[in-house]
Structures are given as structure tokens and as C-alpha cells.
């Protein structure tokens, strides 16, 4: 790719509010966070994939899903190199911002308070992410 070319996933904010709706844009792009217990994602069970709804990226799949109780989607573990993470010193916390590795949009946060093996929770926004039903982890 020459250095003119942008990636594909490179997008103007234009450009990614003609993509997402407007919570998808105010949570992928603006960091924002939706309300706790209101993603469908929170009891889907089904084998599959999570999709980042921005890109299409997987950076989960449903064998590291768990119930955490927190009212979002958690899991203990993302697919490797899906998911990179940030320091998040805002609302007067500091946390870890957890980002899709190929679009960069906001995911959700990390905790680590998760189950074993990773102890780790990764609270995700339902809004950031599509599931794919079956077992589509062979195919990638």
C-alpha cells in the first residue's frame, strides 16, 4: 500500500456516521459506553462469533463467553492480536480501554476480576459487536 493509500478501516468521522448508527458511533468512535442490561448480546448463549460492528473484525468467540453479572457482554479471553488496550484516566478512574486491533474502535473496558484460566473480564458494549451464529471459528 502505498503511503497515499489509507486502510481500509481508515474512515473520517463522516464517513463512520454514514456506516454505524448513532449509538454504534457515540460508542465505537466517541468511547461512549451503553447502558448496562440492555444488549441482546448479555443473553445470547449460541456457538459463534462477535464480530467488531465496525470493521468486522472477531475478536471474540463464544467458547470464552461468560454470565459476569454486570449487565455487558463479558469474556475472559479475546482471539489473539484482535484486541489492543489503552489507559483510560477518565470520569476520575483510571481503567483499561480495550479497542478493536484493526479499526481501533472502543470496545469496552478490561477488568481483572474475570474467571481463570486469564482472571481477566472483558466487559465488551453489545453495541460494538455482532454475533455470528455457528461455529465459524474454522473458517478464520
Known sequence: M???EK??????DDEWE???????????RQHGTERAGTSP????????IFKCAGCGEVPFDSTTKYDSGSGWPSFYMPRPGAVE?????GHFITRVEAHCAKCGGHLGHVFPD?????????C??????????GDERKKR
Open 2 to 4: 502505498s503511503q497515499t
Open 7 to 12: 486502510p481500509a478501516t481508515a474512515k473520517s
Open 18 to 28: 454514514l456506516k454505524l448508527t448513532p449509538e454504534q458511533f457515540r460508542v465505537l
Open 41 to 48: 448480546l448479555n443473553d445470547e448463549h449460541r456457538d459463534g
Open 85 to 89: 488496550t489503552t489507559t483510560d484516566r
Open 114 to 122: 474475570g474467571p481463570q484460566p486469564t482472571g481477566q473480564r472483558y
Open 124 to 133: 465488551m458494549n453489545g453495541v460494538a459487536l455482532d454475533f455470528q451464529p
